[in-house]
C-alpha cells in the first residue's frame, strides 16, 4: 500500500504484452485489455515485482492483453496516464499504489464503464467501478516478530519503516507483539524514512539502527536495502513485499511477502463473466495473499517450529494479534481486556504504537 510521495513523473516506461495459447480470449484488437500502473521499478522493488508477477499471471493462464506503466508518482502525475491506458481500450486498471486513491476516484466517474483496483483500505466514496484490495500484513508480521525475538541477543531490534500511516502502524504493531510473546524484555526501535523505495536512505536507516546495538532488523520498505545493509553487517534480518531469501540466504531470518496472483486472477475472471462487483477486500495468511517467507536453517529447530505454530495459530484464529489487554507505548490502555479489534479498526485505530516499540507515530 502505497501513500502520496514527492516522486518526479519521470522516465515512465510502458510496455505490452500479449500471450498467446488455448487460453487466449480472443486474437489481436478483440483481447481483454488489463492495465497496471507501478509506483516503482519493478527491478529493485519487491513490491511491484510481485505486482508484476500477477501481471504476467493473467497472460498465462487467462490470455489478456496487459500493459504496464510506470513509476508514476503518487499525484495528479496520475491523472494522464489514466486518461491514456482507457482511450487505449483498456477495461481493468490496477493502481498498484495507496496514493492515488483520490485520482483513481475522480477518473472512476468520469468512466463508469472501467473497471478500477486500487490499493487499500478504501479511504474514498464507494463507486460501483472500484474495488480495492490490501493484506492482513500484522498477521504475517506476528509470526516474523516471534522469529525476531528468538534470534536477538541484544535484545534490540530495528525496523525501517517507510510510513506512520495505519496499515504500516498496524503491521509494526503486530511485530512487535509477536516479538513480546516470546520475549518481553526486547525493544523494537523504528525509524521512519518517508518514503516507500529509496535505497540509500533505507540503508542509512538500517545502519543507524545497526550502530545503535540492534542486532535482528526488519522493514516496512520496497527494496531490499536494509537486509543488504544487515548482511554487510552479519546480522540477521526479515524481508519483507517479496520472498528475498536468495538475495541474502545467511541473513535472511524470514519473511513477509504478498502474493497477488489469485486475487487479479479473481477479478478479472469475473469482468470476463459478467459477475464483477465492486468491495473492499482485505486477505489474511489463510487466504494466501500474504505470507511469511521460509525460515533460516541456521536457526534452532525449535525457533523453526515455534515460528510454524504461530503461523498456525494466526490461520486457526487461536492467535488473534489485536485482542487486549493491550497498551501503547506510553502505557494507555487501547484495547481493554475482551475486546478484539475488527480489520476495520486495525485499519482506522492503528494511531499508535504498542508498549515495546521505542518510536512515534506522526499525526
Same mark, same amino acid.
Given at each position: 500500500?502505497?501513500?502520496?510521495?514527492?516522486?518526479?513523473?519521470?522516465?515512465?516506461?510502458?510496455?505490452?504484452?500479449?500471450?498467446?495459447?488455448?487460453?487466449?480470449?480472443?486474437?489481436?484488437?478483440?483481447?481483454?485489455?488489463?492495465?497496471?500502473?507501478?509506483?516503482?521499478?519493478?527491478?529493485?522493488?519487491?513490491?511491484?515485482?510481485?505486482?508484476?508477477?500477477?501481471?504476467?499471471?493473467?497472460?498465462?493462464?487467462?490470455?489478456?492483453? &496487459?500493459? =504496464?506503466?510506470?513509476? @508514476?508518482?503518487?499525484? #495528479? !502525475? *496520475?491523472?494522464?496516464?489514466? /486518461? $491514456?491506458?482507457?482511450?487505449?481500450?483498456?477495461?481493468?486498471?490496477?493502481?498498484?499504489?495507496?496514493?492515488?486513491?483520490?485520482?483513481?476516484?475522480?477518473?472512476?466517474?468520469?468512466?463508469?464503464?472501467?473497471?478500477?483496483?486500487?490499493?487499500?483500505?478504501?479511504?474514498?466514496?464507494?463507486?460501483?467501478?472500484?474495488?480495492?484490495?490490501?493484506?492482513?500484513?500484522?498477521?504475517?508480521?506476528?509470526?516474523?516478530?516471534?522469529?525476531?525475538?528468538?534470534?536477538?541477543?541484544?535484545?534490540?531490534?530495528?525496523?525501517?519503516?517507510?510510513?506512520?500511516?495505519?496499515?504500516?502502524?498496524?503491521?509494526?504493531?503486530?511485530?512487535?507483539?509477536?516479538?513480546?510473546?516470546?520475549?518481553?524484555?526486547?525493544?523494537?526501535?523504528?525509524?521512519?524514512?518517508?518514503?516507500?523505495?529509496?535505497?540509500?536512505?533505507?540503508? &542509512?536507516? =538500517?545502519?543507524?539502527? @545497526?550502530?545503535?546495538? #540492534? !542486532? *535482528?532488523?526488519?522493514?516496512? /520498505? $520496497?527494496?531490499?536495502?536494509?537486509?543488504?545493509?544487515?548482511?554487510?553487517?552479519?546480522?540477521?534480518?526479515?524481508?519483507?513485499?517479496?520472498?528475498?531469501?536468495?538475495?541474502?540466504?545467511?541473513?535472511?531470518?524470514?519473511?513477509?511477502?504478498?502474493?497477488?496472483?489469485?486475487?487479479?486472477?479473481?477479478?478479472?475472471?469475473?469482468?470476463?463473466?459478467?459477475?464483477?462487483?465492486?468491495?473492499?477486500?482485505?486477505?489474511?495468511?489463510?487466504?494466501?495473499?500474504?505470507?511469511?517467507?521460509?525460515?533460516?536453517?541456521?536457526?534452532?529447530?525449535?525457533?523453526?517450529?515455534?515460528?510454524?505454530?504461530?503461523?498456525?495459530?494466526?490461520?486457526?484464529?487461536?492467535?488473534?494479534?489485536?485482542?487486549?489487554?493491550i497498551y501503547d507505548n506510553a502505557g494507555k490502555?487501547?484495547?481493554?481486556?475482551?475486546?478484539?479489534? &475488527?480489520?476495520?479498526?486495525?485499519?482506522?485505530?492503528?494511531?499508535?504504537? *504498542?508498549?515495546?516499540?521505542?518510536?512515534?507515530?506522526?499525526?
Open positions: 500500500m502505497r501513500l502520496i510521495r514527492i516522486v518526479a513523473l519521470a522516465l515512465a516506461v510502458a510496455f505490452s504484452v500479449t500471450a498467446c495459447g488455448s487460453t487466449s480470449t480472443g486474437t489481436g484488437s478483440n483481447k481483454l485489455k488489463v492495465a497496471f500502473i507501478w509506483v516503482d521499478p519493478v527491478n529493485g522493488s519487491g513490491w511491484t515485482l510481485q505486482w508484476d508477477r500477477a501481471r504476467q499471471a493473467l497472460e498465462t493462464q487467462l490470455g489478456v492483453q &496487459t500493459t =504496464a506503466v510506470g513509476p @508514476i508518482a503518487e499525484s #495528479a !502525475d *496520475v491523472i494522464p496516464v489514466y /486518461e $491514456d491506458l482507457i482511450r487505449k481500450g483498456n477495461k481493468m486498471i490496477f493502481a498498484t499504489a495507496f496514493g492515488y486513491q483520490p485520482f483513481t476516484t475522480q477518473e472512476a466517474k468520469k468512466h463508469p464503464d472501467v473497471k478500477f483496483i486500487g490499493i487499500g483500505p478504501n479511504t474514498q466514496a464507494h463507486l460501483d467501478n472500484v474495488s480495492t484490495v490490501y493484506g492482513n500484513l500484522w498477521e504475517a508480521r506476528f509470526a516474523t516478530g516471534v522469529a525476531a525475538g528468538l534470534a536477538t541477543k541484544t535484545n534490540k531490534i530495528g525496523f525501517v519503516a517507510a510510513h506512520t500511516i495505519p496499515s504500516v502502524v498496524a503491521g509494526i504493531n503486530g511485530f512487535a507483539l509477536g516479538v513480546q510473546s516470546v520475549n518481553p524484555k526486547a525493544i523494537v526501535k523504528v525509524t521512519v524514512t518517508n518514503t516507500w523505495y529509496d535505497p540509500p536512505t533505507e540503508t &542509512t536507516a =538500517a545502519n543507524s539502527l @545497526i550502530q545503535a546495538g #540492534a !542486532d *535482528v532488523t526488519a522493514q516496512h /520498505e $520496497d527494496s531490499t536495502a536494509t537486509l543488504l545493509a544487515s548482511a554487510a553487517a552479519h546480522i540477521f534480518s526479515i524481508g519483507s513485499e517479496a520472498d528475498t531469501h536468495d538475495v541474502s540466504p545467511t541473513a535472511y531470518l524470514t519473511g513477509t511477502y504478498y502474493d497477488w496472483s489469485k486475487y487479479a486472477l479473481d477479478q478479472v475472471t469475473a469482468l470476463q463473466n459478467g459477475s464483477w462487483k465492486a468491495d473492499d477486500y482485505s486477505g489474511d495468511l489463510e487466504s494466501g495473499l500474504i505470507a511469511v517467507g521460509p525460515v533460516n536453517s541456521a536457526v534452532s529447530a525449535d525457533t523453526q517450529a515455534k515460528v510454524a505454530q504461530a503461523i498456525a495459530d494466526l490461520k486457526s484464529g487461536k492467535i488473534k494479534v489485536f485482542a487486549g489487554p490502555l487501547q484495547i481493554p481486556t475482551g475486546t478484539t479489534w &475488527t480489520v476495520g479498526d486495525i485499519y482506522t485505530k492503528s494511531t499508535f504504537f *504498542v508498549k515495546g516499540v521505542d518510536g512515534k507515530v506522526s499525526q
